[in-house]
């Protein structure tokens, strides 16, 4: 579970990060962070879509160890909050779209949960805001699922990328095996089944690398 910051005075709890005197950022970002944290646990009961999106084994490592998130990860996942949220309200204001559209859905006796950035009644298309300059596998797998848990018609899947300038990158459907994903995300929690790593450019900044081996570095983040 995550337990505090790792920064340039090391790993310390949020309460010391919060009080302490060298700011790496102000203290309103960490307390931003962690307070989504928690209610993102609050609000997904069981498995939620990100945690089955990228590796499973680093989403089994995240439930059972203790573990520091860098600095620069908190500036990120912060700066992806508030651009969404800007998108929400501004969307929340016009009509023919489902704006972070909370779902829930069983698969077996796994019961999945997700919030969709946006939904087009008119074009049929989900929207999926990333503060990223390029397209990621893992977002084209988030989706997938997105559409596998949507009960309306899809026709389209698109991401948008929000880094420098808004741009749209429509990608293609390919079903995910939910279900399988979630067996193997249980089986690592309870029985101690660790899951094979799915490398990626996400190990480089993992947040649970420590605990996992062999190490992987791969590309440019």
Same mark, same amino acid.
């Given at each position: 579970?995550?337990?505090?910051?790792?920064?340039?005075?090391?790993?310390?709890?949020?309460?010391?990060?919060?009080?302490?005197?060298?700011?790496?950022?102000?203290?309103?970002?960490?307390?931003?962070?962690?307070?989504?944290?928690?209610?993102?646990?609050?609000?997904?009961?069981?498995?939620?879509?990100?945690?089955?999106?990228?590796?499973?084994?680093?989403?089994?490592?995240?439930?059972?160890?203790?573990?520091? $998130?860098? %600095?620069?990860?908190?500036?990120?996942?912060? !700066?992806?909050?508030?651009?969404?949220?800007? @998108?929400? #309200?501004?969307?929340?204001?016009?009509?023919?779209?489902?704006?972070?559209?909370?779902?829930?859905?069983?698969?077996?006796?796994?019961?999945?949960?997700?919030?969709?950035?946006?939904?087009?009644?008119?074009?049929?298309?989900?929207?999926?805001?990333k503060t990223s300059s390029s397209v990621?596998?893992?977002?084209?797998?988030?989706?997938?699922?997105?559409?596998?848990?949507?009960?309306?018609?899809v026709e389209k899947l698109a991401i948008?990328?929000?880094?420098?300038?808004?741009?749209?990158?429509?990608?293609?459907?390919?079903? $995910?095996? %939910?279900?399988?994903?979630?067996?193997?995300? !249980?089986?690592?929690?309870?029985?101690?089944? @660790?899951? #094979?790593?799915?490398?990626?450019?996400?190990?480089?900044?993992?947040?649970?690398?420590?605990?996992?081996?062999?190490?992987?570095?791969?590309?440019?983040?």
């Open positions: 579970m995550l337990k505090g910051v790792n920064c340039s005075q090391g790993k310390v709890s949020l309460k010391d990060c919060l009080e302490c005197a060298t700011r790496c950022v102000p203290s309103f970002v960490v307390d931003v962070y962690f307070t989504g944290q928690i209610r993102y646990y609050e609000e997904h009961p069981q498995f939620s879509v990100s945690q089955i999106t990228c590796c499973l084994r680093r989403s089994a490592l995240q439930f059972t160890k203790d573990y520091f $998130v860098d %600095i620069n990860t908190i500036v990120a996942a912060v !700066n992806g909050t508030l651009i969404h949220k800007g @998108l929400s #309200e501004y969307f929340k204001t016009k009509q023919g779209y489902l704006s972070e559209y909370k779902m829930e859905k069983k698969f077996g006796d796994f019961l999945l949960t997700g919030t969709l950035d946006l939904y087009s009644y008119k074009t049929k298309t989900i929207y999926d805001f990621k596998p893992w977002y084209r797998r988030q989706l997938n699922i997105y559409k596998q848990m949507l009960d309306l018609p948008v990328l929000t880094n420098k300038k808004f741009s749209v990158v429509y990608v293609e459907e390919d079903p $995910v095996n %939910i279900h399988e994903r979630l067996e193997v995300l !249980n089986n690592a929690i309870n029985k101690g089944i @660790l899951p #094979e790593p799915e490398p990626s450019e996400l190990c480089n900044y993992c947040e649970v690398k420590e605990f996992c081996t062999p190490r992987v570095t791969i590309g440019k983040v």
